[in-house]
């Protein structure tokens, strides 16, 4: 089918039917051919039909000269098209990947834009799907990565679509000459030494020689990955599920998995389960360090693994795999002297206390383990306070951070850990509240 006599307002219409009790439509308009064609489309389309309020949102990356007249650019499309528009400068940090940095102060500006049941609306089409697709393969992802880009996903507040993924490009400038619709052409798309350029600018045009609907049959591979995805994404979580048994230290908020049903899984499962777990707490690392995993996952039974990932450190203890990140990273202050044991006291990185009930005279501190602590038990007399936590399965990151109630030098509690944790009469309990960490990725 010649993809240039598509009907695009029926087939864009169709791809957004799902979408039209949203709060605002807004669009990535950049001022080149896809978005400019995506915006003309929405407004042709708000006059025949019932629409969200529709809305432009330009980011301004700063990288080139050329790009300072863009911003005048867009305001004067969308003044004539009665469409209002926002333009978000942003900075981009250096690093090894420009288009990458670029990519990302580009999406995070989007999601602070969107509010609840809003949606962002992105022009990527069947080209730019199937040049994600070749770059991804020769750099060896997995399905995952080779699913490319998704038609939708959550976005800060809201979603972001895109509507266009079986739309070619030749369809939008067919449908843009048609329109008389004017456009911005970014120089650096004609820079080889960026991957997609030379992809598009090299390796298509060759590809297409040979195999003309190229672009069609590596975007349509792309799908079947996603399809395939999506299949491991359902074992993942039934996979998940076994493992995700309650633990006597979920008060902690930290994120965790039993060990052993993990380990019961074949080593391709195991990866799968961990990569969905995982997915939203970091980054996910590539093939050559799964090895991390393994060593976690095979040591002896009173070691200590850590598995040092982009966003945090899994952890081994308790028959358990726990997700560290954020504070729970970062060694704890020292003692703090608690005068007014009537409020609750903030422990810098650490949370905060509270004492119910009755509580004990002072001069109150808490202080935190240093090693050789007793604490007298009714009954029990002294008993070394490690061999307490042992008794109780204590997982070895939480045992420095436990809050210990002390009256001057003497011990008198250990926060949240029963017959521990309150007066030998019951008189008062010595409440710990831990920080919560940050529980992954946007």
């Known amino acids: 089918m010649n993809q240039s006599r598509i009907d695009l307002p029926t087939g864009l219409l169709t791809q957004l039917s799902p979408w039209l009790n949203a709060t605002a439509w807004h669009i990535a308009f950049s001022g080149g051919l896809d978005s400019t ?5 929405l407004v042709s389309l708000s006059k ?39 333009v978000v400068s942003v900075e981009v940090c250096p690093g090894a990947s420009l288009e990458r940095a670029a990519r990302e102060a580009r999406y995070a500006a989007f999601a602070a834009t969107l509010q609840a049941d809003e949606v962002l609306l992105t022009a990527q089409h069947q080209d730019d799907q199937a040049e994600t697709l070749l770059f991804r393969l020769l750099r060896g992802a997995g399905v995952r990565g080779l699913s490319a880009m998704p038609r939708q996903r959550p976005l800060g507040h809201g979603y972001l679509l895109r509507p266009l993924l079986e739309v070619s490009r030749a369809a939008l400038e067919a449908y ?10 970014d120089p650096s798309n004609d820079d080889l030494r960026y991957s997609r350029n030379y992809l598009r600018r090299r390796v298509f045009p060759l590809l297409a020689e040979h195999w003309p609907r190229a672009s069609m049959s590596l ?27 309650p633990d006597a230290f979920d008060w902690l908020g930290v994120p965790s998995l039993e060990l052993a049903p993990l380990q019961a899984l074949s080593a391709a499962r195991q990866r799968n389960a961990l990569s969905h777990w995982l997915a939203a707490l970091t980054l996910l690392p590539d093939s050559d360090h799964w090895s991390g995993w393994d060593a976690l996952r095979d040591a002896v039974h009173d070691a200590r693994p850590i598995w040092r990932l982009a966003g945090g450190e899994l952890h081994r203890g308790g ?3 726990w997700w560290l990140s954020d504070h729970w990273l970062r060694p704890v202050a020292g003692a703090v002297q608690w005068p007014d044991p009537a409020a609750a006291l903030y422990l810098p990185g650490n949370g905060r206390v509270t004492l119910n009930g009755q509580r004990p005279a002072g001069p109150l501190w808490i202080r935190y383990r240093q090693g050789g602590e007793v604490l007298q038990l009714p009954g029990r007399g002294h008993r070394d306070l490690k061999r307490l936590l042992n008794e109780r399965a204590v997982p070895a990151f939480v045992r420095g951070r436990l809050p210990l109630l002390y009256q001057g030098q003497r011990l008198l509690a250990v926060a949240n850990l029963g017959g521990l944790d309150c007066a030998a009469d019951g008189s008062w309990q010595l409440v710990w509240q831990p920080g919560s960490q940050d529980r992954g990725l946007s």
Do not use: F, K, Y
């Open 176 to 185: 843009a000459t048609q329109q008389g619709l004017n456009w911005i052409e």
């Open 48 to 86: 025949h039909h019932t629409l969200p309020p529709i809305r432009a949102l330009h980011v301004h990356h700063g990288l080139q000269a050329a790009a300072d007249a863009w911003p005048e650019h867009c305001r004067r499309v969308c003044e004539a098209l009665g469409v209002p528009l926002q």
């Open 37 to 41: 064609v995506l915006l003309h489309l």
């Open 319 to 321: 028959g358990r795999v």
């Open 219 to 245: 975007a349509r591979s792309a799908a079947h990955m996603s399809e395939a995805q999506d299949l491991l994404s359902d074992l993942a979580r039934l996979d998940l599920a076994a493992a995700a048994s």
